[in-house]
C-alpha cells in the first residue's frame, strides 16, 4: 500500500509518545492496522542510563510498559482488521522467579537492589504478562484481535549497548555483510534472520489462530512444563 507519514514515530520511553502516535497514524488516515509488531527494545539498562518519562526503569517501560500504551491506544485499528499484535520477548522471562512480587515497584524506587540484567528479564516478563491478558481480553470479547510473544533468538545486533558496549561500539561501524559474517562466526543469527519469527506470527496463514503463546521460534510455543 501507499506509504503513511504519522510523524516522528513513537518514543517507547514515553506513554505519552507511544499514545500520541496512534492518534498520528489516525490522523494520517489509517483506520485499520493488521500487526502491531513491537521489536524495538533495550537490553539490561543500568538506572545510570536514565529512566522513563513517566519514571519507570528503562528496561520495564521500553520494553513492556510503552508498546502497552501503544497497542491499547490503537486497539480500536487492531481490531478493525481483526488484526495481530506481536511483542518481541525472550527467553531470559523464565529466569524470574514464578511470583509477581516485582510489579509492586516497576521504578525501582524502593530498596530492591537494581541489578541490569534481573530488571531486564523482569521487563520481558512483565510484556508476557501484559500480551497474555491483552490476549484473553480480546479473545472474551470476540474481536479477533490475537496477542502473542515470540523470542527471535540470539542475533549480532546493536541490542548489546550496556552488556557489551565495546562489541556495540564495534557493530556500529560494520557493514550488514560484516554484521552477517560475525553473526556466522559467533553462531548467532543475523538480524534478518532474527526477525523471520517475528514476521511469522504477525503475517503468516498458520499463525492466525494463536492467541496468548510465547513462542521460541517461528512455529514452536514454548514447552508447556515452562510455561
Not at 146 to 157: D, S
Not at 165 to 176: D, F, N, T, V
Request: net charge negative; hydrophobic share 50%.
Amino acid at each position: 500500500g501507499a506509504a503513511i507519514d504519522a510523524g516522528a514515530g513513537a518514543d517507547l520511553a514515553s506513554v505519552a509518545s507511544a499514545r500520541a502516535f496512534a492518534g498520528a497514524l489516525r490522523a494520517a488516515g489509517v483506520d485499520s492496522v493488521d500487526a502491531l509488531v513491537f521489536a524495538s527494545g533495550v537490553v539490561s539498562a543500568p538506572l545510570s542510563a536514565g529512566r522513563t518519562v513517566e519514571g519507570y526503569d528503562l528496561n520495564v517501560g521500553v520494553n513492556a510498559v510503552g508498546p502497552l500504551a501503544l497497542a491499547l491506544g490503537a486497539l480500536d485499528l487492531v481490531r478493525a482488521a481483526r488484526g495481530r499484535v506481536v511483542l518481541v520477548g525472550s527467553t531470559a522471562a523464565l529466569d524470574v522467579p514464578p511470583s509477581t512480587a516485582f510489579l509492586d515497584d516497576l521504578a525501582y524506587n524502593t530498596s530492591r537492589p537494581h541489578a541490569p540484567r534481573a530488571a531486564y528479564a523482569e521487563s520481558k516478563a512483565l510484556g508476557v504478562l501484559l500480551v497474555d491478558e491483552l490476549a484473553r481480553r480480546e479473545e472474551e470479547l470476540g474481536t479477533g484481535v490475537t496477542a502473542n510473544v515470540i523470542h527471535p533468538g540470539p542475533a549480532a545486533t546493536l541490542a548489546v549497548r550496556y552488556e557489551l558496549p565495546a562489541r556495540y561500539e564495534q557493530r556500529l561501524g560494520m557493514s550488514e555483510e560484516q554484521l552477517a559474517q560475525q553473526a556466522r562466526r559467533l553462531g548467532l543469527r543475523t538480524a534478518d534472520e532474527a526477525a523471520a519469527g517475528p514476521e511469522w506470527l504477525a503475517a503468516s496463514a498458520e499463525a492466525a489462530g494463536a492467541t496468548g503463546e510465547f513462542f521460541v521460534d517461528a512455529g514452536v510455543p514454548l514447552p508447556a512444563e515452562y510455561a
